[in-house]
């Protein structure tokens, strides 16, 4: 018989189609659906936290940068900076004549601040209760410079700027109790009355003179005795030079010191407000994290209880001639694929989210694909760890000992 | 002997050059020893020499604690020998490692259990067809093949049952399909009848014999006399070693 012993060639090895890996996956999960959909919670909640916390911040982002886009990002504003010696310089009387000779610039209007001058409804009430409201003197074409429109009244003009007569910012009118021009009203403005010929509405890229009484500069010269250096000069480029205009702003204003120059655009700061949200979504991004987290653990709680249970399948599938490999590849897709479903789900449930409260706020709806696609990704790899530890553990398991399990 | 079953894809006769009056085992133990560690170590197999030739039926016969299940793991190649040599269709098992023995188990052992051991998420015909998937059948092969199987154990109009819609005997029908699937060398069935009354054990036993009949080799193991009755080959085990083989006689009657 030692002559029959020859060894026969090698089988080929044992094999499993990709597709099949998957749907062997799907199989555990199909005939415990209770328990799958229980577990696949958990993720779903975390990736839904996510996407419709990036949904909802990328909502209200894109929502401010369309109105900064509407109120033009070709606004900038040039103040003096300090000097050499750290003290505040100013700007020469000649500033916004020049400036208004630069080709692209559409319109230039200078403010000056009537520093000690304050504001009140009448004398009768204390110097003090200033209301943070600042006079402002300033050039008539300023509302055309702003691209800012009234909510009643007129703007000053050439011939009511050199009388007594007072345009008030949305903030300062609010401040002084004067909704309408009704009843011709007046404020006591540095130690004269002043008539109320204007309210402005909210002028988002210049917050200052929302809380600004506006006078002209004739009357503030001879009510005030203000010098005729502006403290502040507005300008509106020609949209597509703006950037040429401001490298050439510092220079044009004050040609013998341009380094004690100030150039701003106002819609920068705006924009800065739209990134500031991000310190408030990361933290909610980072609860959301925290959810999915837990969702994982939960995965992998289920995972190795699954594995215990399902001792005489390992058996059966090894009986069959899965290897190590394959039992270990099929729990772990079967942990991928129940966190991947749960992370779809997210997705979806996010993505609701985010247009409801978008609709609700009349925003425009925005989610990044990035976060639709990093969710689902996300919670296929919290599946994939999940199930590292009960997918060994599965792998470990001897044929032997499993097949007899019950 | 008419092989009318599904093909048996290996070379039976090999070595028949060598002794042309048999032929070539396809179950060859010789001097198996399986020893457990532990304090003493338990020796569960204690040197046990035995052949099965292509197209034999032999019930393997024991008390509880006589070897059975272990000798079952050899057969079955899922588990190596301590000492000796064991050899399935031609392959030593101790020179196997891990994915070979799994290799072994999906093209040349079909596997019964008293327990059926189905998956409860699939149909019938799907769990036959799970006969195949480690060979990488594709999968509307896998499906004609179970099909087929299922027909010959009679359960052709039960394919897309579910074993919860299934009395015992049909589900272990079932899994005698999916141990032929693959048209192995050698049926392993570990106690087949324990879990299902006696009629009902019978019906099954005939299963087994009619497939003996075309040819298939099957080895049962049972710690029931009148089971092991079925087999033309009875082959006692008492104490981890054989204790008689042969034709059937009524054993410790």
């Known amino acids: 018989m030692s002559a029959t012993t020859t060894t026969p060639p090698a089988l080929a090895p044992t094999r499993l189609r990709p597709r099949d890996i998957v749907g062997q996956g799907l199989v555990g999960l199909r005939s415990k659906r209770t328990r799958t959909l229980l577990t696949a919670v958990g993720i779903t909640i975390g990736i839904a936290a996510m996407v419709s916390v990036v949904g909802i911040s990328s909502s209200s982002r894109a929502d401010l940068l369309a109105e900064i886009d509407a109120l033009g990002t070709n606004l900038l504003q040039v103040q003096p900076g300090n000097d050499m010696f750290g003290e505040e310089s100013e700007l020469p009387v000649s500033a916004p004549d020049m400036i208004r000779r630069i080709p692209a610039v559409e319109s230039a209007s200078a403010t000056r601040s009537v520093g000690d001058a304050t504001v009140r409804r009448s004398d009768l009430i204390s110097e003090d209760e200033t209301g943070g409201i600042a006079v402002l003197a300033t050039e008539a074409n300023l509302l055309d410079t702003l691209d800012g429109t009234l909510a009643a009244g007129t703007f000053l003009n050439d011939a009511t700027g050199a009388y007594p007569s007072v345009v008030l910012g949305s903030v300062a009118a609010e401040r002084l109790g004067i909704d309408d021009l009704s009843g011709d009203p007046a404020v006591f403005l540095g130690g004269s009355w002043f008539r109320v010929i204007g309210i402005l509405d909210p002028a988002p890229l210049a917050p200052d003179i929302d809380r600004s009484a506006l006078i002209g500069y004739q009357v503030a010269q001879e009510r005030f005795g203000i010098d005729e250096a502006p403290s502040s000069v507005r300008v509106r480029t020609d949209p597509d030079h703006t950037e040429a205009v401001w490298d050439v702003l510092a220079a044009t204003a004050n040609p013998e010191e341009p380094s004690e120059v100030g150039v701003t655009r106002p819609s920068d700061a705006l924009e800065a407000k739209a990134q500031a949200d991000e310190a408030l979504t990361a933290l909610l991004l980072g609860l959301g994290a925290v959810a999915l987290l837990v969702g994982g653990v939960g995965i992998a709680n289920v995972m190795v209880i699954s594995v215990l249970e399902r001792r005489a399948e390992i058996g059966v599938r090894r009986a069959l001639g899965a290897t190590r490999r394959h039992i270990r590849l099929q729990f772990l897709v079967e942990s991928m694929l129940l966190a991947g479903l749960g992370g779809a789900t997210g997705v979806a449930l996010g993505a609701a989210i985010t247009a409801g409260y978008a609709r609700s706020q009349d925003w425009m709806f925005s989610v990044p694909q990035a976060a639709l696609l990093g969710g689902v990704v996300a919670s296929l790899a919290v599946g994939a760890i999940a199930g590292l530890y009960p997918a060994a553990r599965a792998s470990r398991l001897a044929p032997a000992e499993a097949v007899r399990a019950d | 002997m008419t092989v009318a079953t599904a093909p048996t894809a290996i070379s039976p006769l090999r070595g028949r050059d060598d002794d042309a009056r048999r032929p070539a085992p396809v179950l060859q133990l010789r001097n198996a020893v399986k020893e457990y560690p532990g304090s003493p170590p338990v020796r569960a197999l204690d040197g046990v020499s ?107 109009p039960r394919a897309s049952h579910r074993p919860a819609q299934m009395s015992g005997g049909e589900q272990q029908r079932v899994a005698i399909a999916r141990a032929i699937v693959g048209g192995p060398a050698i049926v392993l069935a570990d106690e087949p009848t324990g879990n299902l009354d006696t009629t009902t054990g019978r019906e099954i036993l005939d299963v087994f014999g009619a497939l003996h009949e075309a040819g298939t080799t099957i080895v049962l193991i049972t710690h029931d006399p009148a089971v092991a009755a079925h087999a033309p080959r009875v082959v006692a085990l008492r104490d981890g070693r054989v204790e008689s083989d042969g034709a059937f006689r009524e054993v410790g009657a």
């Open chain 2, 50 to 156: 035995l052949d099965v030739v292509t197209g034999e039926m032999v019930a393997i016969v024991g008390p509880s604690g006589s070897g059975k299940s272990t000798l079952l793991h050899m057969i079955g190649a899922l588990d190596r020998p301590s000492q000796g040599t064991v050899r399935v269709a031609g392959s030593d098992l101790s020179r196997l490692n891990d994915p070979q023995l799994s290799a072994l188990r999906a093209r040349r052992i079909g596997f019964v259990f008293q327990r059926f051991h189905l998956l409860s998420g699939l149909t019938a015909a799907d769990n036959v067809a799970t006969g195949l998937l480690y060979r990488g059948v594709p999968g509307r092969e896998r499906r004609d093949r179970a099909l087929r199987a299922l027909e010959r154990v009679g359960l052709g």
